[in-house]
């Protein structure tokens, strides 16, 4: 091939394509900029201390050595992946590698200087609905009328914060009516269900489990306000969370410093750091939402415009020929 051109992230999925990154270098579309803990689980699964090692040596991260005993003593996990990129030989090895962010490009740029780094839009198709799949799902779940209803979308770990925000939610239980559904499938050592009958929110949350195109579509837009909360971060482009501003629906995230260009009020920011901080922020945003109702009218006319001038089909299309003419280049020079 002319260019191979690689999608590279931390679901398992993604560990079969690492090694022809680096042995046949092409456009590396990093999905996650922290690889560790994708690369870890492939070297530490295989048994592959050395390995393990080496690509810690290859990515140039400091104290390699020590960090690779500590984690062969069993004492590694996301305090630790989550700090180091290991990243950083597969976007050494590659013709140009490409983000979805210019403020998370210019970010990855000072942690690795020196090579070609761009930036792509992401944009994903949500299925059409009339309407009537929505009314459904919002009938379903009892968000009729104006009660608001808020949703999480994407596989459910621990980083999305669920328990938190069903903590927070349980608090504002008695001064609000709304109804919140969980869309996905969930890690298997969450244990959401009791956490939500300890909440007293059990007529309130519904999970749905995977659900069929259309009806992810339906829902991304009978939900009032997404929740998309990401910490620990990877440093991704969450690709629910920019469906839920292509639908025009605006959302909850973490104040991530590579999610700053997006705008407010089209998306609400809790700050990152200690829990009782964290919780303080989230209980704020929600509050302040269900509160104002012209703030969520704005909010909702701010997402709609950022979805539609700025994550589109053209955009992306726009963005990836950049990317490959980059990479080309490299390759002719090369």
Not at 63 to 68: G, K, P, S, T, V
Not at 113 to 127: E, F, M, N, R, T
Not at 265 to 293: H, M, S, Y
């Amino acid at each position: 091939f002319d260019l191979n051109v690689y999608h590279v992230g931390n679901n398992a999925l993604h560990a079969t394509t690492l090694p022809y990154v680096l042995k046949h270098p092409g456009l590396l579309v990093l999905h996650d900029v922290v690889m560790h803990p994708a690369r870890a689980a492939v070297f530490l699964g295989a048994d592959d201390m050395r390995g393990y090692s080496a690509a810690l040596a290859a990515s140039e991260t400091e104290r390699h050595e020590a960090l690779a005993q500590v984690i062969a003593a069993g004492l590694g996990g996301p305090s630790i992946y989550w700090n180091f990129l290991l990243s950083e030989d597969l976007i050494r090895a590659s013709r140009h590698t490409v983000v979805h962010g210019q403020l998370l490009t210019r970010w990855l740029q000072a942690q690795v200087p020196g090579v070609g780094i761009g930036s792509v839009v992401h944009w994903l198709p949500v299925s059409d609905d009339d309407g009537e799949r929505k009314q459904a799902w919002r009938t379903r779940v009892g968000a009729g009328g104006a009660i608001p209803l808020f949703g999480t979308f994407g596989h459910i770990g621990s980083e999305h914060r669920v328990e938190l925000l069903l903590e927070v939610l349980g608090e504002l239980a008695s001064d609000f009516d709304f109804r919140l559904v969980v869309v996905g499938a969930m890690a298997p050592e969450l244990d959401l269900e009791r956490t939500v009958r300890n909440s007293g929110l059990s007529d309130r949350v519904e999970f749905t489990g995977r659900v069929d195109e259309e009806d992810y579509g339906a829902l991304l837009r009978a939900v009032d306000l997404g929740l998309n909360l990401r910490y620990p971060t990877a440093r991704a482009s969450s690709g629910s969370l920019v469906q839920m501003l292509q639908v025009g629906t605006p959302a909850v995230i973490h104040d991530l410093v590579h999610l700053r260009d997006l705008p407010e009020p089209a998306v609400l920011r809790v700050p990152t750091g200690e829990p009782n901080v964290e919780v303080a922020g989230l209980r704020i945003q929600l509050r302040r939402w269900l509160e104002d109702a012209d703030w969520r009218v704005s909010a909702a006319s701010a997402a709609a415009e950022w979805g539609r001038t700025r994550i589109t089909p053209d955009a992306m299309r726009r963005s990836y020929e950049k990317a490959v003419d980059a990479a080309l280049a490299e390759h002719a020079v090369a």
